[in-house]
């Protein structure tokens, strides 16, 4: 059913069974039914990732306004610059090292990283200190965050790859979500400092303690896959890249990998208007820090819960239509909010920008584990997430230079803009990817 790759014996390959296949001498399986507890434990560990970032997602913006007062918006984004910086160049080298030394120890150094990441924002005297906490939150979301990427597609295998990145981004953002509504809820109760991040707290020892006693390494079940995957089509694609040559394919020659790349820098750009953006909008519209917090949180919800559909749907009718779909639907929604003054048409457009990030997320990643081969693919899903998390630096720094000179109108129009040409550069150029349908 399955050819050997080239250059393997038949006699070396690893006994692997399918979901519905027979198993052998070592009876390691691919699939989710046949790794659900391990499966399910990473969706948990991933939650935990979420919630590490969510703890920021309502109370940062207005802690940079109303404990250190700053003016200028390019200022205040300062640690989202630091953050996707951070965590882009970390992705890279987050998939180079789980080839090299495994997944379960780079999941467990990320989450050692997390540790002084809520102390630092409790205690932080100045904004440098928050810049600081969020380079450390940077390479923590990028160690743990693409570890649990890359060990679900390890024991998923290519026949639910959509499902479970949809499982994977729906529990992170769900995580965001929930955490971002409940800070809001307690920095309205109690104060931006220091309750908000006591959850921080939690979230770090927990996930520390599940990567280093509960998580198994899953580079076996690459392994094994790539003993049976069929030989590429394109001789470019073979087993035997180096890390540059996977940077340069999936950053520019493949027209599928590099549609991929741009489309998941341009949606984390607009992440980072509505992460550090939309919340000082609202406030200077007069809503109160709840309400500020049940924003923040519809558009991570929304789109954590819709990964769990849009994650198998594209295992069922592709991937390509749904990225453009979503793309501008994404650019619909954060029009939505520039063209807004009330609560209800905010609430509106937080909701479909949310539909429209969980029919790009899953589908994105799931059109890198279709192309790439078993043997390279988490070097590949390190240079995908070091471009689409590249665009949290690029939309900071974007959206605050346009905020501080031509107001923040402008600069929620000029994202909507550049996030619907990205639907049509996905729409011209990428390859359909699933398999059995991709050309070439």
Not at 51 to 63: A, H, K, S, Y
């Amino acid at each position: 059913m399955t050819a050997t790759a080239p250059g393997t014996a038949s006699t070396a390959r690893p006994d692997v069974r399918s979901e519905a296949g027979a198993g052998g001498r070592s009876g390691l399986r691919l699939g989710l039914r046949a790794n659900l507890a391990q499966f399910t434990l990473l969706v948990a560990v991933n939650a935990l990732v979420g919630g590490m970032l969510g703890q920021e997602r309502t109370v940062l913006p207005l802690l940079a306004d109303r404990t250190f007062h700053l003016s200028a918006y390019t200022a205040t984004l300062t640690y989202i610059v630091a953050f996707g910086a951070t965590k882009a160049v970390t992705n890279f080298f987050a998939g180079a090292l789980s080839d090299r030394y495994g997944r379960r120890p780079v999941l467990v150094a990320g989450w050692l990283l997390a540790l002084p990441v809520p102390l630092l924002l409790i205690w932080a005297p100045t904004w440098g200190w928050v810049v600081f906490a969020n380079v450390l939150l940077g390479v923590n979301q990028g160690l743990t965050w693409s570890t649990t990427v890359i060990m679900k597609i390890d024991l998923a295998g290519p026949a639910r790859r959509g499902l479970a990145m949809g499982l994977n981004e729906a529990a992170g953002y769900l995580a965001v979500a929930a955490t971002a509504m409940g800070t809001g809820a307690i920095a309205a109760h109690w104060g931006l400092r220091p309750q908000p991040f006591l959850l921080g707290i939690a979230y770090a020892a927990l996930g520390l303690g599940l990567s280093v006693l509960a998580v198994r390494e899953t580079r076996a079940h690459a392994r094994a896959e790539a003993a049976l995957h069929p030989a590429p089509a394109d001789p470019g694609h073979h087993a035997e890249l180096t890390t540059g040559q996977v940077a340069r394919t999936t950053s520019l020659t493949d027209r599928a990998l590099s549609s991929a790349s741009w489309a998941g820098l341009v949606n984390n750009l607009n992440d980072a208007l509505a992460w550090g953006i939309f919340p000082l909008l609202f406030a200077a519209h007069g809503l109160s820090v709840a309400r500020i917090g049940l924003l923040a949180a519809l558009y991570p919800a929304v789109w954590g819960l819709g990964q769990i559909l849009t994650g198998w749907w594209s295992d069922r009718i592709g991937r390509k239509h749904l990225i453009t779909a979503g793309m501008l639907l994404q650019a619909l929604a954060i029009g939505l909010v520039a063209a807004g003054t009330t609560f209800p048409v905010w609430a509106l457009a937080q909701v479909l920008l949310g539909a429209g990030t969980a029919l790009v997320y899953p589908t994105l990643l799931a059109v890198i584990g279709d192309v790439a081969h078993p043997a390279w693919r988490a070097r590949a899903v390190g240079v995908y997430r070091l471009w689409r998390d590249g665009g949290f630096a690029v939309g900071a720094l974007l959206a605050g230079a346009l905020a501080d000179a031509y107001g923040v109108t402008t600069a929620v129009w000029a994202v909507a803009a550049l996030t619907a040409a990205a639907g049509v550069v996905v729409a011209v150029r990428m390859d359909e990817t699933l398999p059995g349908s991709r050309r070439g």
